[in-house]
């Protein structure tokens, strides 16, 4: 059904009882042409693109849990592109103009707000390093400008700019087309989306193992709702795209930490744009139901918990108070960790691997829910064609034994 | 917070007297300029990020300042053992995934 005003009338005066269901649930069949295993938005929109521009049908996404209750429902849901490096410009800018014309192009409200991410600046050197992002992203087309405090305070009334701070706010980078989406919904949106053009997508179906033939080449997958067979895989977990390579035999240069998030109880409007600042780490913005979404810091230590230490999410709250003392008497309602895959350079892998037919697209840590449809659109261009797209071909596995690291501690701004 | 026992102070200390240094054994190539350039990849960046147990290097920097090494559970985050640095990871078996 695609969804209209007509669409919304009708269903209104039915009293929305006979609204279908968003995904068809299939059974597994016995064998597809490709199989993505993670069902999260970049899975999901992988299988959307293979399937929308690669004319590849008979694919599933393979997911342990349900759609969006891994890191697609944990993110901060943050939106936005001003990195330094030009290979990374190029795989998030993409993504910005892409969720510009995501709802359209799903037929589903993803909730894109482009509110304005505002960085702040709290030292000399965040003024040198922010001014230096500013005009290496004008330079590649890319919108981000320099506020003084004041104008930093105009954009965001009840930011605090006292001199008196410990470590007061000299300025900000602000990208006015960054913003924030509905997470849940981008991956419903893809899930949904992609089922119509007749991509099966099976919840509760963990992958056990990954089958090779005598060649080495992958010929399927053995989950917890039967044995798949599938020519080509592609791995997309996120967190557990290690513990998955593995079963192939592939070691991964990556490692698992949990990154911490918490939500207030929901107030009036009060926080018109997304605040971050790297110094004292906080990351905060205003969901539509008025709860502050507040990204903290991740554990130091590799973890598969999904919780962490409680004293992160404090260091941030300490931060987040300083910086609006209005929000010092709010109470915090659920705080949680996401399991992220850190890269030594902190930028994606995206790719081919050793194992022929076998694809991976993993190491965004902190920072994947931005470039979902970017990520999306050129891994299922890489599973297609069996080559890497060429904005990912630097992402590739291999720059790690030829040292072509893509240093981008930016990635994430917070700092590693 | 973890709490974590050097094995040279012998007493459990919150996990902010401690700095987290990695996956523990993996030993450096002893001459670096023999080694190809995949063993040097394998060396420096690849790692076993297990899904269960996790033999891991500390460093008790707000105390005696040494390393020692850790079998932690990464599932439940329970530490099972401390030792020194240098000493063997001791065999404690595989624990049940998700278990304690």
Known sequence: MRFSLFSLARQALGGHARWPAQWRSPEPKAAYDAVIVGGGGHGLGTAYHLAKEHGLRNIAVLEKGWLGGGNAGRNSTIIRSHHPRGETEATHQPSVKLWETLSDELNYNVMYSPRGVMMLAHTVHDIQVFKRHVHANRLAGIDNEWLTPEAAKDFCPPLNISPKLRYPVLGAALQRRGGTARHDAVAWGYARAASALGVDIIENAEVTAIRRDASGAVEGVETTRGVIKAKKVGVVAAGHTSVLMGMAGVRMPLESYPLQALVSEPVKPVLPCVVMSNTVHAYVSQSDKGELVIGAGTDVYTSYSQTGGLHVSAHTLDAICDLFPTFRRMRMMRNWGGIVDVTPDRSPIIGLTPVPGLYVNCGWGTGGFKATPGSAFVFAATMARGEPHPVAAPFSLERFTTGRLIDEAAAAAVAH | ?100
């Open chain 2, 1 to 100: 917070m973890l709490l974590i026992t050097c094995p040279y102070c012998c007493t459990a200390r919150p996990e902010s007297e401690f700095r987290y240094s990695g996956e523990a054994h993996i030993a450096r190539p002893l001459e670096p300029a023999t080694v190809s350039d995949d063993d040097w990849a394998a060396f420096l960046y690849m790692r076993t990020n297990p899904k269960g147990l996790h033999a891991e290097r500390w460093r008790h920097i707000h105390g005696c300042g040494r390393f020692f090494n850790t079998l932690r559970n990464t599932v439940t985050d329970q530490i099972l053992k401390t030792y020194p640095a240098g000493t063997p990871r001791p065999d404690l078996g595989a624990p049940a995934e998700g278990g304690r």
